[in-house]
C-alpha cells in the first residue's frame, strides 16, 4: 500500500484495540479494489471519545468503525444517526461528508446478509437468541422483523425483558418472547450465541449439546470456531461463526465510505490468515 497526500484515512476506535482484525481485511479490500484508502487501529480511552470524535473532523478522516465499548456513548456526539441505528441504540460506523458525521449500525444487516449469502432464510422459522447484549439487539431488530418468532434468553432477566419490549415495540408482528431457560430448544430452526462464552478455554457451553438436533443451524458470534461451533458441526448442524458476521458488517462500512462493494472473497481471506 502506497500513502500518498491524497490517501483518505478510514480506521476503528475502541478500546482495547490491539486484537482487532478489521484492519486486516478493509486494507486488503481497498487494495483489490485500486482505491486510495487505509484503514488504521485508534486506541481511544472512554474519557477521549468526545476528542477522538472531534478528531475525525480536525483530521479530515472518511469515516471510522465504533467498536467496544463506545458504540452507545458515541450517539450523542454525531450530527445525524440513521433510524436503524436509533432504534438499535448503538452506531458501529461513522462516515464524515464535509465535516457531518453521520452514524449507522451495519451489524445486524451485516448478520442478515450472512445468512443471505448461505442461502438461508429466516421466513417462517422460530429463532432462539442466547444473550441480551448490544449485538442481541442489532441483530434482533432485523431477525425479529423477518422470522416467525424471536425467543431470547440471557442471564440477567430484567435485561432480557427490556430487549424484548424494545424489539416489539419496533415490530408489528409483537413476535418476541423471552426464555428463562435453554432446556427446551427442540423448537428453535437457528440458535444464536451472543455471549462472550467460548473465547476462554475454560468456559461453559451456552447450552446443552446433548439438545442438539442435526437439522438446527448454529451460529456463535464470536469469530473463532469456538467449542459451540465444533461440538455442534460435529453433531451434523450447520454451523457459521462470527467471522462471517465481522466480514458482511465491515464490506457495508466499506460501501458507506468509498460507495464501491468492497470483493467478499478478498475480505474473508485475508481475514480468515489473521485468525489463523
Ligand atoms: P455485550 O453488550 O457486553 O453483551 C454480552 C451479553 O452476554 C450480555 O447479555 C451478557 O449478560 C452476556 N454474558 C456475558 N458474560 C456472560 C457469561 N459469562 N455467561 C452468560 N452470559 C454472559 O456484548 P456484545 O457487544 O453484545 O457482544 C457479544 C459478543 O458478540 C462478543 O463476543 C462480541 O465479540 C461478539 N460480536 C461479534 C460481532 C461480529 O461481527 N461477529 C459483532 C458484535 C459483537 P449480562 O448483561 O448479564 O452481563
Known amino acids: 500500500m502506497k500513502i500518498t497526500g491524497h490517501t483518505k484515512i478510514t480506521g476503528i476506535f475502541g478500546y482495547p484495540i490491539e486484537h482487532t482484525l478489521s484492519p486486516v481485511m478493509h486494507n486488503a479490500a481497498f487494495e483489490n479494489l485500486g482505491l486510495d484508502y487505509c484503514y488504521v487501529p485508534f486506541l481511544v480511552l472512554p474519557d477521549d471519545l468526545p476528542y477522538a470524535v472531534k478528531s475525525i473532523r480536525a483530521l479530515n478522516l472518511r469515516g471510522v468503525n465504533i467498536t467496544i465499548p463506545h458504540k452507545e456513548k458515541v450517539m450523542p456526539l454525531l450530527d445525524e444517526i440513521k433510524e436503524e441505528a436509533s432504534i438499535i441504540g448503538a452506531v458501529n460506523t461513522i462516515v464524515n461528508t464535509n465535516g457531518k458525521l453521520t452514524g449507522y449500525n451495519t451489524d445486524g444487516i451485516g448478520f442478515i446478509q450472512s445468512l443471505t449469502e448461505k442461502n438461508i432464510s429466516l421466513e417462517g422459522k422460530d429463532i432462539l437468541i442466547i444473550g441480551a447484549g448490544g449485538a442481541a439487539r442489532a441483530i434482533g431488530y432485523y431477525i425479529s422483523q423477518k422470522a416467525k418468532s424471536l425467543a431470547i434468553s440471557g442471564r440477567t432477566q430484567y435485561k ?51 439438545l442438539l438436533r442435526k437439522d438446527q443451524i448454529v451460529y456463535d458470534l464470536i469469530y473463532k470456531k469456538t467449542p459451540l461451533i465444533q461440538k455442534a458441526t460435529e453433531k451434523g448442524c450447520l454451523t457459521l461463526d462470527g467471522s462471517e458476521m465481522l466480514i458482511w458488517q465491515g464490506a457495508l462500512s466499506f460501501e458507506i465510505w468509498t460507495g464501491k462493494k468492497p470483493d467478499i472473497a478478498v475480505m474473508r481471506s485475508s481475514l480468515l490468515a489473521a485468525i489463523r
Request: hydrophobic content about 35%; proline content about 6%; aromatic content about 4%.
Open 160 to 210: 432480557v425483558e427490556n430487549l424484548v419490549k424494545d424489539l416489539n415495540r419496533f415490530n408489528k408482528n409483537k413476535n418476541v418472547i423471552s426464555l428463562e431457560d435453554v432446556t427446551d430448544i427442540k423448537k428453535y430452526h437457528m440458535i444464536i450465541n451472543t455471549t462472550p462464552l467460548g473465547l476462554k478455554g475454560n468456559d461453559p457451553l451456552p447450552l446443552d449439546i446433548g
